[in-house]
């Protein structure tokens, strides 16, 4: 693929994004009509999970019909060059309420994520990044924290019910020992944009989906971060842990996390 048309995804892309945005933040601001399910235990499911992903995949088709599709909702072969997307990540925000949720859509070639867009329209924000170009929020470019002390660093862990909650309170243990500030704010996708812009200094998580941090990933590494080989084996169809964070502290937190 070459430059050019790289651009003209990233351009494309973004366009969709934001009126994706739009329609998810339609459907916030009418709770009583989100038609909330839950697929599983702390995993849910709103109307607009799916009139997203089915608008952004339309709209895909269209535009590149040869690139392919993974979603969360709709699932997807992972064949290549492949976009994969969550229409709302952090949905039980989303059904709460709580504006802490986003679009994500991560575009990878050859195995290696080149495009990554996290829209967060309830908050107003935008992040886009592209390979080898940096990475923006609202337009300005953003950068990791740059933090050196692990007993001044803030990190967000994420919790996932595909882990049994003994390894996730051991992992919350040493976190804390370590003399880390801990949290979890339910998304994935805009706690590697946290890491990116340094409101964060590292995200990590024992088990998350591609489609949780395919854009995050790009964004995040862009903007400086050190994260792990999250796409290695099966990661594409089956997820792996993931550890993302600014660079002094990659090697501390590494032994912290059990993560590599």
Known sequence: ???????????????????????????????????VTMKGAQDWLTVADGVVEDFLRQ??????????VIGEEGGGAASDPVWIIDPIDGTAN????????????????????????????????????????????????????????????????????????????????????AGCSAKR??????????VGNGRTDAYAELHINAWDVAAGIVIAGEAGASINDFFAGDGISKGNPILCCTPALASQLREITGIS
């Open 94 to 177: 989303f059904a709460r309420g709580e504006r802490n949720w986003c679009i994500s859509i991560g575009f990878l070639q050859n195995r290696v994520p080149m495009i990554g867009m996290v829209a967060a329209p309830a908050l107003d924000e935008l992040y886009v990044a592209q390979r080898g170009q940096g990475a923006t929020l609202n337009g300005r470019h953003i950068a990791v924290s740059g933090a050196e002390d692990i007993k001044r660093a803030s990190v967000e862990l994420g919790w996932s019910p595909r882990v049994p909650y003994e390894r996730y309170v051991a992992l919350m243990q040493r976190t804390y020992a």
């Open 59 to 68: 709209r895909l088709g269209v535009l590149f019909p040869t690139d392919t």
């Open 1 to 35: 693929m070459t430059p050019a048309e790289l651009e003209l995804r990233r351009y494309a892309v973004q366009g969709l994004v934001a009126e994706a945005g739009r329609m998810a933040l339609d459907y916030f601001g009418k709770q009583e009509s989100l038609g």
């Open 185 to 194: 704010s339910a998304s994935g996708a805009l706690g590697l944009c946290h």
